[in-house]
């Protein structure tokens, strides 16, 4: 069963571009703060300290195909799934609807990594009490 976790974003007017629609670029934002709610409601976070060990995900990957704009106080409705947990890695797909029509899909690929001063970021197994959590029944944002 796939983990599915839902929430909202009201368009900004700093959001948007000269055109008056929200600049592609911060569709990004709308999926990292989606991913934040989504970990923080499963008692995680992209940077936390796990078992002794301090823990991150840095993404390795970004994407985002736009299909209708969307303005100034609009209200995106924005579904994120947990696509793919695999040994390091996550794999979020995002989708982004306003008044049930489709906006855009995304997608942020990280990997879980130890994160110790001065040394290089090392890729690490989720340790399994993570997955646990990731995988734990859905949980939605607020409406």
């Not at 409601?41 to 994407?63: I, K, Q």
């Not at 947990?85 to 990280?110: D, E, N």
């Not at 001063?117 to 409406?143: D, M």
Request: glycine content about 8%.
């Amino acid at each position: 069963m796939a983990v599915v976790f839902r929430t909202t974003r009201r368009v900004e007017f700093a959001d948007t571009d000269m055109a008056g629609i929200v600049h592609f670029a911060n569709f990004f934002r709308y999926m990292e703060a989606a991913e934040h709610e989504f970990l923080r409601a499963r008692g995680l976070s992209v940077a936390l300290d796990w078992e002794g060990r301090h823990l991150g995900f840095p993404r390795v990957s970004a994407s985002c195909d736009f299909q209708s704009p969307v303005r100034f106080e609009d209200v995106l409705d924005i579904e994120l799934e947990l696509a793919k947990v695999g040994r390091k890695s996550l794999t979020f797909a995002f989708t982004f609807r306003h008044a049930g029509r489709l906006i855009a899909r995304g997608q942020l690929g990280t990997v879980c990594c130890l994160l110790r001063p001065g040394q290089p970021l090392e890729s690490i197994e989720i340790p399994p009490g993570v997955r646990q959590r990731l995988l734990g029944a859905p949980e939605n944002g607020p409406v």
